[in-house]
């Protein structure tokens, strides 16, 4: 059986791909800047025959490999970035390895070995077995910041697939069926005149004032907006010392709403009071988009079938030294705040999971109807083609993501297991997309049948590029593992 075949394939070939996640865990590089990370995705990729770009959409850190030929294609999709300052040890307490550095606190450096290992593994089965069809490998940058799926979306790359995979590093095995929320990040330039604040104020124009004249226009506009709507911001730069009247004040905002159509009328809005703040201060204002992401479209059927394949290969058994370093985690966190984020994700039957560690349950599809808080640029590919991102525990139930916890799981034999029991879900799910013409034209109608005769326009204004410029300036100032 083809799915026997691949699964023993991973077995017998996981250290290898256990090594590159842990390499790009100790690389850690932030988004846009993944340079080591990806090349040696693409090196990987390479030695294996596949077909590899390196540096697509306007990202030198972007991957587009293509293995095979025809119809159907289906595509596979690894994240690499890392997050700022959350380094830690392999250990399960908070212990930087460097002091301020980037971790990997949303596992995505098993984000990206776990794509890779599957359609390695699918290639070798494929051309043993002549199963025709077409592999594509997307190495995704900057998830975490700028959006990187979107620019790979507007420029075509996922067109024509049958379905695309991923798998996310989490605290549960599930393929939920919620949504999420789209998102805008901008930022807001202000640029006035400098002064002497108590010699001569009246001769400086201040662009601190301009920014906060806006905060408070957006936290008053906070009354008439849609309950679901979320905005956030932080002050980036905010001037020197106070005897100067600064004239250069920078924001940064992520706007969000459930669906696209939702979000940009909140969005206009936030700009006319930018222009108003510009308008009283007698300050110059740039907006500066950084990335658009849309919703997520859900696909049940990715989700039926993903759970279904989950159970076939079995949860990984986790061993005693692996529930040990779990409870330790654990107790760092109150049981109480565990609760109120399971019943927060609606986890069905989430009492049963109170004093669970590490997750071995697989369960059902969940969240029809539903829209987390969050925002990722998966939604954007969800548009154009059935998408679905899974998850296998890899941190500790109750962890925060985003955290020191989560980095430390991630680098440890806990992610290791998540990473083969992914691959092996994914392959398995690949292999019955590829071999069933049926269960791709129901996906193909489910996905029509979603969208409701809506169409994809990237969010991103014409001739936008990816921040390349910023994320250099942000590698530039952080600490190196």
Known sequence: M?????????DE?????????????????????????????????????????????????AIYAMWGDGEPMIGFQGEYDALPG???????????????????????????????????????????????????????????????????????????????????????????????????????????KTAHAAGNPEMGRSALDAIELMNIGV?????????????????????????????????????????????????????????????????ELEVQFIDGLYNKIPCKGLADLVVRNMREVGAPEWSEEELVFAAEIAGHFSKQSKIDAMRKAKVPNWEKYVDVDLMTDIMDPWGEGETSAGSSDVGDVSWVCPTLEFGTACNVLGAPGHSWAFVACAGSTIGHKSLVFAAKTMAGAAIEILSDEKLRNGLKKEHMERLKGRTYETPLPDGLQPPLDIAQENWAKSPKQ
């Open 86 to 192: 959350i380094s830690n040890k392999v250990k399960p307490e908070k212990d930087p390895l460097v002091s301020g550095a980037p971790g990997h606190g949303c596992g995505h450096n098993v984000h990206g070995a776990t794509a890779l290992a599957c359609a390695v593994a699918l290639r070798h089965v494929m051309e043993e077995e002549g199963l025709p069809g077409t592999l594509k490998f997307y190495g995704t940058p900057a998830e975490e910041n700028y959006g990187g799926k979107v620019f790979m979306v507007r420029d075509g790359l996922y067109d024509g697939l049958s379905a695309c995979l991923s798998h996310h590093p989490s605290s549960m095995n599930a393929a939920r069926l919620s949504s999420n929320n789209a998102v805008n990040g901008v930022k807001f330039i202000y640029r006035g």
């Open 2 to 10: 083809l799915k026997e075949k691949a699964w023993k394939w991973l």
């Open 219 to 283: 936290n008053y506009l906070r009354e008439h907006v849609i309950a679901d709507a979320r905005i956030h911001y932080v002050i980036e730069e905010g001037g020197g010392q106070p005897n100067v009247v600064p004239d250069y004040a920078r924001s940064w905002y992520y706007i969000r709403a459930p669906e696209r159509g939702q979000l940009d009328p909140i969005y206009a809005r936030i700009v006319k009071i930018a222009e108003g703040a510009a308008l009283m201060t007698e300050t």
């Open 13 to 61: 070939n996981k250290d290898e791909f256990i090594e590159v996640a842990d390499k790009v865990w100790h690389y850690a590089e932030l988004g846009l800047v993944e340079t080591k990370s990806s090349k040696l995705v693409a090196d990987v990729l390479e030695r294996h025959g596949f077909d590899v770009r390196l540096g697509v959409a306007g990202m030198p850190t």
